[in-house]
Structure formats: C-alpha cells, structure tokens
C-alpha cells in the first residue's frame, strides 16, 4: 500500500490548533519554537489563543497552517511514497519532501499570503463555490461575463465542486448562469481576495524574485502539484510550481486522481481540519487518515503501524 501525505491550505484554521500536540510533544514545540524564531513572532500563542480575526488575516494564516501542519508531522513523523498540498499546503508538502527548510518555507508563505492581500487592494472581488456542474460547465459559464470583470475557475477539488474568484460584478453574474444551468448550490465564501485567479499575477510578480534566491533541494519524493497535478522533484520545477500556482487554478481532483493512479491506496491529512480528506473521499476509494490533535495521532498512529508506510 502506497501512502501520501497530504496538507491543508486557507480556511482550515482555527483558534486552538495545534496546541494538545505541541503540549504532549515535544518534537511538536519545537517547530512552533522554529517557525516563531524565524518570523520573530509567537506563532504558537497565535494559534492557540487567536484572537480570530489575527488568525483570519492571510499575512498570519498562511504561516499558521503551515506551522501547525508541520508540528503535526513531527508529532507522528513518516515519510510517505508522496505528497501533495492544497494551495499553501503545498509549500508544506515541499518540506515534508525535504526541498524547502521549515524557517524559508514559513517566510515564504508570510510574503506569498501579503502579497496576495495587496494584489486587489480596492477592487471589488469574490470567490464561490459551485456545486453539481461538471467542470467544463463551469468553465463554460464564466467566460459570457468577462466584459464584467474577471471571473474564473480557482479550485476544482473534488466531482462536483468547482471554486470560481474574480470581480465582484462577474463572478454574482456567474452565479446566476451556474443557477440557470441546474448548480445544485452556489455558495460565497468568505475570503479576502480572488486567489488562484489572473487577479493574483502583481502577487506572483512580487513573489518571483523572492522564489529565485530562496535555496531549493531535490524533494525526496514526488510531490503533486496544483498547477498540473503531475509529480515533480527537481529544484527547477519546483520554483515553476509554486510560482504558477498563485495566478492557476488548483487541480486538487485531478492531483487526487494522479496519486491514485500512480498506486495510493492511504492518504493521510496532516494539520488541521479534515476537509481535504472530504474532497479525496468524494474523488477516489481510498483509505482516509488525520492528525490533527492528540486523539487522530493515536488513531493514524496505529494505522500506520500496521502496515509499512511508503
């Protein structure tokens, strides 16, 4: 059996996380302690005690999941066949793998989520989630509105759910045509800005050169990533990946499929929440684990015990 560990991006924090784990381990604490250090900020009082609406701001919640999905890993430490990370939970991906040092990594998530605040200073914008329409109709549904503004598909995680973003004016015109084609729900989310759309490319031109001096390593194993869905391990093609992702669309289904194809049978979601292991279990037959707390650590623990991991 072939496992891959997987890994939370935005909207997957709360206040609380990652607390139970940092007390009872110890390896745990000292990637709060890490991260904390390198940002010259206390990352763990953060996700521990909030306030929420510090957590909710993107410069904050990007390092704070990553953290936190990080001191999950050291909590219960394995090393997967391979890996993948939703939107920012890829960078988390990339450590697991090796490619990227935690103290970098959390940097790097800190600028890419300001930046990507910055990016629509002023303009009006939205993200929706659209339910019941395959992909292609949603592709199709957006492109009448563009004379309104931007309005795009973002996030295509599992059958039946594609995520649109952009202006305002087009993405509520969308809405109404994803109604019109049968959408069993539309449903706004609440976010600060259009990410993965064309919306994003000030963030991604800011980002750049910030990417290029940042040291890389050949990851240890593949990772999956959003712009394709295809492996990758090289330095070059990292940077490549990460750097496309904040302007492309996340292919979080296809990336589910590929894993699944490539022979991954367990996927283990690593750091808070279980919202990706809802998208995988709507996409492939698979085995489905977490660590989030002291309770799903034991649990996955024990799972994965059974069988040799990787």
Do not use: K
């Amino acid at each position: 059996m072939r496992t891959a560990a997987v890994f939370p991006g935005q909207g997957a924090q709360y206040v609380g996380m990652g607390r139970e784990l940092a007390d009872r381990f110890a390896p745990a604490r000292e990637v709060f302690a890490r991260a904390s250090a390198a940002l010259g900020m206390d990352l763990l009082a953060l996700c521990s005690d909030g306030p929420e609406e510090a957590l909710r701001a993107t410069a904050n919640t990007q390092p704070a999941i990553l953290v936190t999905s990080l001191a999950c890993l050291a909590a219960l430490p394995f090393e997967p066949a391979c890996a993948a990370g939703l939107s920012l939970g890829e960078y988390t991906a990339f450590v697991c793998a090796g490619a990227l040092e935690l103290e970098d990594a959390v940097w790097l998530v800190r600028l890419r989520g300001t930046y990507m605040q910055e990016a629509c200073a002023g303009r009006e914008t939205m993200m929706a989630a659209v339910m019941g329409l395959a992909p292609e109709r949603v592709q199709e549904m957006c492109a009448p509105h563009a004379s309104l503004g931007v309005v795009e598909p973002s996030n295509f995680n599992s059958p039946g759910q594609v995520v649109i973003g952009g202006e305002t004016r087009a993405v509520r015109a969308a809405l109404e045509t994803a109604r019109a084609l049968g959408a069993r729900r539309v449903l706004p989310l609440e976010v600060s800005a259009p990410f993965h759309t064309s919306l994003m490319r000030p963030a991604a031109d800011r980002l750049a050169p910030v990417l290029e001096r940042t040291p890389v390593r050949r990851a240890r194993f593949p990772v999956f990533v959003n712009v394709s869905a295809a492996p990758v391990q090289s330095p070059e093609e990292i940077r490549r990946a990460l750097l496309a992702q904040v302007t492309s669309p996340v292919l979080w289904e296809q990336s589910v499929r590929a894993m699944h194809a490539a022979g991954v049978r367990r996927f283990v979601e690593v750091g808070p929440g279980t919202t990706l292991s809802g998208m995988i279990r709507r996409t492939v037959a698979a085995d489905l684990y977490h660590v989030e707390d002291v309770a799903s650590r034991e649990a996955t623990a024990a799972a994965l015990d059974a069988q040799p991991v990787g």
